[in-house]
């Protein structure tokens, strides 16, 4: 029922958003580049970089990572980050056999409260579609090429689940804190399309 109301809503909401921003816009109320410099800090910068602490307090912290495995919805909330989109955490470890990705088939799920607004790909009808389909090939296309003996799992969130992928921490990052580690935590690879970048670059 919920997906159902959600794609109803979603071009209604989008069409609105149009408007609105035409008519603010039209007005002098706002600049749209300005607008479109904001989104694109919420989409890259200033989202992701909750999920990002949380990752790195997971990579830290042995106990905190059992609980965020368990209950990824409370151990999110206790760094203080929960709300809409997020109420239904679950949290998918990468490891050197397994790698895990994220989509929404149905339309663009995403959890706000850790990754900001979703990009524009991640709602795309083609990445929706064929990461289902070819993951592998998909993945290649954003640069991550996954061994053949590596198994890659891909996960469907829903109006109730989202999902947000643990990369494996980076070699050499041993003698790393966490603020230094939640550097290298991007946003792809919180949705499996990236690895945790490799310390120095
Ligand atoms: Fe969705």
Redesign the pocket.
């Known amino acids: 029922m919920a ?1 159902a109301q ?1 794609n109803v809503l979603i071009p209604d909401v989008g069409l609105r958003v149009k408007a609105l921003e035409s008519l603010l816009a039209e007005k002098g109320a706002i600049d749209p580049k300005s607008l479109d410099l904001l989104v694109e800090a919420f989409e890259t910068r200033i989202g992701p970089k909750n999920g990002a602490k949380v990752i790195a307090k997971a990579w830290v912290d042995p106990e905190y990572k059992k609980w965020l495995m368990k209950d990824g919805t409370a151990a999110i909330k206790s760094l203080g980050y929960s709300g809409v989109q997020g109420e239904n955490m679950v949290v998918i470890e990468n490891t050197p056999t397994v790698h895990n990705v994220v989509v ?1 088939t ?4 995403y959890p706000w409260p850790t990754l900001g607004l979703p990009p524009i790909w991640f709602k795309s009808a083609p990445y929706r579609a064929r990461v289902v389909i070819e993951p592998r090939a998909v993945l290649r296309e954003f640069g991550l090429e996954i061994a053949d003996d590596v198994e890659v799992r891909v996960w469907d ?3 109730e689940l989202r999902y947000l992928v643990m990369p494996m921490r980076p070699a050499g990052t041993e003698n790393f804190n966490e603020a230094q580690l939640a550097e290298l935590v991007t946003r792809d690879s919180m949705i499996g399309t990236g690895l945790a970048l490799a310390p120095g670059k």
């Open positions: 997906l959600e929404c149905l339309c663009s799920c969130s829903t109006a």
